[in-house]
């Protein structure tokens, strides 16, 4: 028989290294001969799109497009530390360094513009498309390029932010541990094979709080991303741990989901801005996955009436509690 | 506010390389004369071991078998605590340790010779159940205890909490050990320029502190160790620490270079850390309303042999184990245990992924103990602008959890 | 030692190949097409995935010398020479469907090798023509959204 069911759950993730421990990041903005942007720090791009969310924020300051920002960040020698590509910490902690730097760029091509087209003061001074022009008589208008071709040395600038928590107590736990948190529910819908102890997540609904979104489609992708491992986790992955050995250690027996296991999700992208994070936009990529293991097993009881309690919930380890329950019931 | 680029799906900027082929990842380096690096690795979980290369030596092709002897610094790693060791000197903790480093000049002599390397065990007992290794009866590092980390939340008084309960959910739950499988298996290549600046390029998620710990098992300083990070194929927490960039390193010093290794989806399996499994003891109490008065939670968290993350994440799982809601009387002990089994450390949600599988099995229980909806415990309970966790810490702003839990309701038409 | 000629992205190529080599490494070590990934060496995973002869086949599974007169499409293929990308190509930067990109090259063949016979797929068929491809990043919904977009470009008479 197939019996259906609901389940939701919510949770909270803080973000950052926490606990006190030194949460820095660093980067340079650097002017560019034709006028575009470099932006160097040490933030990994591991998939999840720090190299293209990394841009937007410095291309909002400046008034340019991603095109114009040429991020580099993939050596050592010549890139700022900025901390790991963990903690959900890449857009909220570099994010904040690469938007400093960014205006603290600004700031120096407004004076100098100021300078060069003889002006009194930056008042009325607007930075767009490659230009800073008087917005009252835009003829006063000089193009980054041409700043750039003025400097005897690339103007550089650089900024470093370092994220506040505080450590705990080590004997009650009281202290400031994470910021920012992250917030994230999910509700999904199975139907369980009670012969075969199958589950399939028929529809699910997933909403997350980003703070604010930087690139709605890229958090949309994170989501779906985070929604695939964590059924993953709670329905098949097993790694056949015997004596410290791994049996399943090849993707033939170590099952992931395919596009076939995937249901249809609604994404939904819930904005609350974060005052000390950049455009208020806080991390997103751990919290994603979190509530969908439990919102699926919650519907799995919904549907069939058992708690499982230990997971993977292989169709085996379900076939057995239903059974189980079937007896005590009989 | 309104933006400009803010908000806006602009198309990612290293998609282009990557949808027509050409984004580089490590294993599609190839350089003149390089070399090819194959890692022989422990079969059992906990032994004094010594090894015999000569016959491999002598394979032709060979150019030089590396071991714990030949490591110019520290021989030793890790995110935390330096508990690995770049080659095992004379002990294994778990399957999967590195003992030699075989560098030839093709990558089928390579493994022909670490298939001839000879490794004799002395076998040790050893420990799998985190719960039998917290009586310190075997120990997985001399002179250390096992149980490496303790957190501790006291607030309010329990006690009390669950006698004012109306209801209250007992339960023990598991976790289970799992892989990041991000599709692309490690790989890297490492080359000496003219200065001496020793060059590893190879898909990390941090590339400064991979720097570090090169140059200190390399014994030389930070700035003759460039890292080159190329196009990453997945990582999730399973490239935070070191797998074959210290080899590397040693090989193409040693070598002159360029010297390369690609793991084998096997090899990766054992080679990069894994999510901690978690047992966790948990209780809740709520009143007649509905409203949480108590949590008791015992974690106990298996790292295996290594402790990598082991201690930030046991205590992200002890602090996100209340779930995201406002409880007055809270008591938790997390535990990091060292066992023999393969090492944990960052995966995805660290520690936070796993407690929720108790905690919101919980509420659903409460709430049907209760005969309320399981949406309704969870807005009676939410945290809001201005709650308190149980860690003390005040949530002063963005803390739309509320409208979360409801668009997921309405979505699914749940009450 | 053998002597093969085969025919990858429009080109005849004559090479040596020894018996125990792998179409895959064919590809990536000795023609240089490393838009070709490898992620499980057991057909698992459709990481090295090329189209040999119409047909979207694992290249990690066959051997070289088993390519011998066929005509092979890898990634490296699908751009025009003018720098045009393919319309799966584009729809999958549209999209969003690219993460890591690990998948990427292979799974786009198999998008492409489903819509060379099937026009107008459905989910369903999209999730099926896929569903031998792993991708650990995306979760999928983008990719099966960039087929359905890149069929209809392709049925508007490309882009
Ligand atoms: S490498 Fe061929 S299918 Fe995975
Ligand atoms: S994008 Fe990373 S595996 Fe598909």
Redesign the pocket.
Known sequence: MKKRGKGIACIFYGTGYGNGFPDVSRAYAELQPDGKVAIYTGATEV?QGAKTALSQIPAEVLGLTVDDIIFINEDTSITPDAGTAAATRQTYNTGNAIKMAAEELKKELINIAVKELGLNSDAGLEMKDGKIYLKILPDKCITLAQIAAKQSEPLRTFATFTAQTVQIDPETGQGAPYWPYTFSACAVEVEVDTETGQVEIIKAAHAQDVGRAINPKMIEGQME?GFAMAMGYVLYEDLGLENGRIWNNKLSTYIIPTAMDMPEIQNIIVEDPESTAPYGAKGIGEPVMIPVGPAILNAIYDAVGVRMTEIPVTPMKLLQAIREKEKQGA | MSFNVIGKSVIRVDGLA?VTGKAVYPQDIYMDGMLYGKTLRSTVPHAYFTLDTSKAEKIEGVVRIFTAKDVPGHNAHGVLFKDHEVFCAQKVRRIGDPLAFVVATSEKIAQKAVEAIEVKYEELPAVFDPVEAMKDEIKVHDGTSNIIYHYKLRKGNIEEGFAKSHVVVENVYKTSMVDHA???PEAGIAYVEEDGTIVVCAATQYPHFDQLEIAEAMGVPAEKVKVINPAV??AFGGREDITLQIHLAIAAVATGGPVKAVYSREESFVAHSKRHPEIIKIKTGADKEGKLLALEAEIIADTGAYASWAINVTRKSGIHVTGPYVIPNVKVDAYAVYTNNPFCGAMRGFGATQVPIATEQQMDMLAEKLGISPVEIRLKNAFTKGSETANGQILTESVPLITCIKKVADALEMA | MKKISLTVNGKLYQVEVEEDMRLLDLLRDKLGFTGVKEGCSEGECG?CSVIMDGKLVTSCLIMAFQAEGKEIITIEGLQKEDGTLHPIQQAFLEEG????????PA?VLAAKALLDKNPHPTDEEIKEGISGN?????GYAK?VSSVKKAAEYLNKGGK
């Open positions: 998939g991303g | 990557k991000f599709l692309q194929g997945g | 990481a469907a690219v993460q890591c990109g690990f998948c990427t799974m792993l991708c650990r990043c995306t990719i």
